[in-house]
């Protein structure tokens, strides 16, 4: 993987020098104000810190080093036979800044097969737990445990490692922590669903999309291409949500990636983060079971925009929020919605389930303004994800967040290789009491 790292020092450091002149010139420059409600409000709107791989624009949605998705779907290599942005080519272009080639993609996909085997206390720890622990916690266990894989922990811990180095062994840990995670996944999709299935070995012609899905038993080349599909729009959302802020939290204490980024996948699991996925379907399978309670099971015949209405307003009255829609930032339909949409009306536009998501994009928008408190209506990456996995056989809705933890790992720990590159200190904001801000507000 020499030319990548090569670019990179190039790159890492020029741009560290940039952040140090940048900041000689105008480190002392206000840029916004802070008030009450913000700081008991989850800090939305508070520009408090620097993430350099994709940055997040409320009616445009997100991009990666400045491209749109949509650009990436045209612009990013694809895998042999697929009509789809390859996941490795995301990875490149987020750390360096740069659109790969084809070729130097298809080394990324070489170089991560070789990264991917696990330790043997770590399969072990997998093939021992127990089915009913959700798989997003035993992902994040055992992400944590290769920690004693970890080649900057073992470095730093000699004592006489230069701060310049760190950045590279950020890099080689977090290279290894992305090949490994397809294969930590696998293992709980085979052991927790279908009886501890061998997942067979990692083909080092494959890239990483292809190989994850033949892992869980999946060969259709539509799942293939839409598992490459998922893996680039999942990776990063700029630096606040809350994987991406928690790996930058816990990377800013110099605990290793493998350390950071298990504590990120625990933020994922929750379910107004990336739980939501899971929980979008099995409110839909909810919805159709009530829509054929009198029908036989027939739910399809009494789809209609009236019967959604209904079922909506009864998930808000009973003080539920409709998973799969609003966000913290965006203000517009999500364009990860919109990538999974055209998918959708390319490889399955007949399907009864896309019917139900399409029309509850009709529907919910409208009723979340009546209902006056979300201030975005529209739907999120969630929305959409689960009925394309449903699709081609994927129908196990707990371990949808496992797709997404092993699609973030590509975003947030590509921005811990900036921020280790830039020497960002560790992250400590100020909190205060609520008699300290009275008294605040009071001598103000
Ligand atoms: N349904 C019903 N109420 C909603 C809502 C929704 N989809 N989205 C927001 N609200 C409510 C929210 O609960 C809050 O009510 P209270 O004042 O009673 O607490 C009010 O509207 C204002 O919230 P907001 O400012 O619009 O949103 P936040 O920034 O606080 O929260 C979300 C953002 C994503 C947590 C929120 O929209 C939500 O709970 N959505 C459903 C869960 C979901 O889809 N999460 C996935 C987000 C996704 F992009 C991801 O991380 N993968």
Known sequence: LEPLYERLREILPKHAQDVKEFREAHGGEAIGILTVDMA???????????????VLDADEGIRFQGHTLLELQETLPRGPGGQEPLPEGALWLLLTGELPTQKETTLLSKDLAR??????????????????LHPMAQLSAAVTALHSESKFAKAYATGDTPKSKYWELTLEDSLDLIA???????????????????????????????????????????????????????ADHEGGNVSAHTTHLVGSALSDPYLAYGAALNGLAGP???????????????IKARLGEKNGGNWQE?????????????????????PGYGHAVL??????????????????????????????????????????????????????SGILLQHYGMTEMNFYTVLFGVSRAIGVLTSLVWSRSMGLPLERPKSMSTPGLKAFVAAA
């Open 115 to 132: 990264r991917a085997e696990l330790p043997h206390h770590v399969e072990q720890m997998l093939n021992n737990f127990p089915k009913e």
């Open 272 to 286: 107004l983060h990336g739980l939501a996925n899971q929980e979008v379907l099995s409110w839909l399978t909810k």
């Open 180 to 234: 490994k995670l397809p294969v930590i996944a696998a293992m709980i999709y085979n052991n927790v669903f279908h009886n501890g299935r061998p997942i067979g070995k990692i083909d080092p012609e494959k890239d990483l999309g292809a190989n994850f899905a033949n892992m869980m038993g999946f060969t259709d080349e539509g799942f293939v291409d839409l598992l490459r599909l998922y893996l680039v729009i999942h």
């Open 331 to 384: 203000r517009k339909t999500d364009p990860r919605y919109t990538c999974q949409r055209e998918f959708a009306l390319k490889h399955m536009p007949d399907s009864d389930d896309f019917k139900l998501v399409s029309m509850l994009y009709e529907v919910v928008p409208d009723i979340l303004l009546k209902h006056g408190k979300a201030k975005n209506p529209w739907p999120n990456v969630d929305a959409h």
């Open 302 to 322: 009494n789809l209609n925009k009236k019967s959604l209405s209904d079922e909506v307003w009864n998930t808000l009255n009973s003080g539920q929020v409709i």
């Open 40 to 54: 008991y409000g989850g800090m939305r709107g508070i520009k408090g810190m620097v993430s350099e791989t994709s």
